[in-house]
């Protein structure tokens, strides 16, 4: 007799995008160095990084700008970075399985979104590279982009983003029967309140305490879609 798996079994998929579905919090931190250190500052910290991590853009770097003290604003220090970042996006990498996972999960029809802190405009030019992939309504039936959608009031660790993600499938899905798959301890903290099971693929370069997650593995190609009731691999 097969062992019985510890989680639930789900019907829906949510994504978080960056650090999960494609490489670009180290672009993001890569830019961040550069303009550090045009302003006296010799490192962005490893420490640092972590704290800002899953934050909203904005939030993040004025977070930055307190811990460093460096003399500019949150606008002045977004334009000069993203002079930097946004050109790098354009040959961000996928992250290890997204691919695989994805297109498996669409060949079986299962519902999937995003949920992102990404603005729209970002996010177009971060998936450019992936054009195919990333269509609505193809391979993801929807997108929430918090930072940018009036109906969500509080972003990541607030709940708003998941629940509004789950009421926008067609028909609309209970939480619990979302599987959220997320990096960061915020997104993993909203996705838990917000009533669903989620895994957290934690970014490598940081110590991983997070103790709320569903489960934790390192890549997207570690995972098991038959422990969450889901078809399995054919590979």
Known sequence: MPE????????????DMDGLLIDSEVLFANAIGVLLKRYGVPEYSIELQEKVLGMEVERGIQVIIDETGIPVTVKEFRVLEREIYEESMRNVRLMPGVDRLVRHLRRHNIPMAIATGSTIESFKIKTSKYQQLFKVGDIFRHIVFSRDDPE???????????????????????????????DSGLGVDGAISAGMQCIMV?????????????????????????????????D
Do not use: M, W
Not at 4 to 15: A, D, M, R
Not at 159 to 181: G, M, Q, S, T, W
């Open 4 to 15: 019985q798996s510890p989680y639930l079994p789900v019907t829906h998929v949510i994504f």
């Open 152 to 182: 969500v009031s509080a972003p990541k660790p607030a709940p708003d983003i998941y629940l509004i993600a789950a009421r926008r499938f067609v028909p609309p899905v209970e939480p619990r029967k979302c599987l959220v798959f997320e």
């Open 202 to 234: 934690p970014d490598q370069r940081f110590k991983c305490t997070q103790r709320n997650a569903t489960q934790i593995i390192k890549t997207l190609l570690e995972f098991k879609p038959e422990l969450y009731g889901l078809p399995p691999f054919d």
